[in-house]
């Protein structure tokens, strides 16, 4: 198919704008603060400010929250290679981004029904929203080198994100003029508030996905069919693996973003628990750090998509992690709200530049030509979610023998030290090929 089609670029961009809601509603902003509510009014229920989970007594709201989040991309981590394996070997991508994409947004549907009384529930509606996040996410990301030549991928993958964090805003902000302006909705109360801007989520994200599911191409090179399509995923996501050993710079290039994913993504998931339980923060000042952090982020997708074209990729990418560790060290400090603010200006300044620059930068280090683009971003997405997994479940596991997210964020900073060293040492390029 011809590469650089406007009107498949600009589909393309729309499924960001179609599940980033998922990202800041969900996993970002409303439901975060709405979780730990129903967690310590279950405890309170019982006489206890903590709450017992899956036989586990005395726990945190804020650490299973970090295990939810955890276990969920673990999930990703073991499934979705298989799958897209399968998805190259048949040529049938566009429908197993469009499996996750429902399961996702089914998901966000169900979070409408989650109430102090059914908190599994919650929990693993929660839990299956991320998988068919970031399962589909893999599929859409995998699109890059299919529809756009080289030189287009850090300016289409930083539209992508603009698009997701303009329309996540969007939706976000329709949704808290129910928390902050009930009258305007019948006097709704803020529990109904939240459990409808989950249910607005899971309409969204199938709506607009429909856009790109109707002009995206389907795979052109699929495989010939000569056994089950489960046993030759195994022996497609083993080719993919065996290429990727000779692949010195993409095999480097993907052992730094897993260390200095794990800290971005960490932040991202656990920031607004962070200012809650830590800060004290009441629920309209995290509301209005989340949407400063989506704004600034559209700038840094921007700023950093220029800054790599002078620079090179990772020389660019290093330069984010720097500043990530900075914001680090100063969280540690903050105490106050305007210090708070601060701190997510900075944080959404390098969030969307890691971001952006991290996707483009790993489909300029892809084979020419190849068929098997989402085999290959499935390795990409292994090392994010295993990164988040581990990142998230370090956080809780310090956060409970803390009890102090503080010495959480601390840690962060050496794991993003170690990304950064990496990153260092690989060659910087705008094209690598």
């Keep these: 198919m011809q590469k650089n089609n ?17 990202s800041l509603t969900i996993t970002s902003a409303i439901f975060p603060i709405y979780f730990r509510v129903a967690a ?19 726990i945190e709201n804020s650490v299973i929250y970090s295990f939810a989040v955890s276990f969920a991309f673990l999930l990703i981590a073991f499934s979705v290679p298989l799958v897209s394996a399968i998805s190259d070997y048949t040529g049938k991508k566009k429908a197993f981004m469009k499996m996750y994409c429902y399961i996702g947004a089914i998901s966000c549907i169900v979070l409408y029904f989650f109430e102090i009384g059914n908190y599994y529930l919650g929990t693993f509606a929660f839990i299956f929203s991320i998988v068919g996040w970031g399962g589909s996410i893999v599929f859409y990301n995998s699109y890059i080198p299919e529809i756009a030549t080289e030189d287009k991928f850090d300016s289409l993958s930083a539209r992508g994100f603009t698009m997701g964090y303009i329309g996540s805003v969007i939706l976000l902000i329709q949704n808290l003029t129910m928390v902050l302006k009930p009258e305007w909705y019948g006097n709704i109360s803020s529990e109904m508030a939240s459990k409808v801007s989950f249910l607005t989520v899971g309409i969204w994200w199938i709506l607009f996905a429909q856009i790109p599911f109707s002009l995206l191409p389907e795979t052109q090179h699929p495989k010939k069919q000569d056994g089950s399509w489960f046993l030759n995923g195994f022996k497609e996501l083993n080719k993919v693996f065996h290429e990727l050993q000779k692949l010195k710079i993409t095999k480097k290039f993907l052992l730094a973003f897993f260390f200095y994913n794990m800290g971005a993504q960490t932040v991202m998931y656990l920031g607004a628990l962070f200012g809650g339980e830590e800060l004290k923060l009441p629920t309209d000042a995290l509301i209005i750090t989340i949407l400063l952090i989506q704004l600034v982020a559209i700038l840094g997708a921007y700023i950093f998509a220029k800054v790599s074209e002078k620079i090179g990729n990772t020389r660019s990418l290093f330069w984010i992690v720097v500043i990530w560790i900075l914001v680090c060290i100063c969280a540690y400090f903050v105490y106050t709200k305007n210090q708070f603010y601060g701190l997510a200006t900075g944080i959404g300044f390098v ?33 994010d979610r295993i990164s988040t997994v581990i990142g998230t479940l370090m956080f809780g596991v310090v956060n409970q023998m803390t009890g102090s997210m503080r010495m959480s964020v601390l840690v962060l900073t050496v794991i993003f030290a170690v990304g950064g060293i990496i990153l260092y040492t690989i060659p910087s390029k705008s094209v690598y090929k």
């Design 6 to 22: 406007p009107k498949t670029l600009t589909a393309w961009t729309m499924y960001d704008w179609a599940n980033s809601v998922h």
């Design 40 to 58: 310590v009014m279950l405890g309170a229920a019982k006489g206890d400010k903590k709450i017992d989970f899956l036989g586990f007594h005395g």
């Design 351 to 383: 969030m969307g530049g890691v971001q952006s620059l991290s996707r483009s930068t790993y489909a300029k280090l892809l084979p020419e030509n190849t068929p098997d683009t989402a085999s290959y971003f499935s390795f990409y997405d292994v090392c």
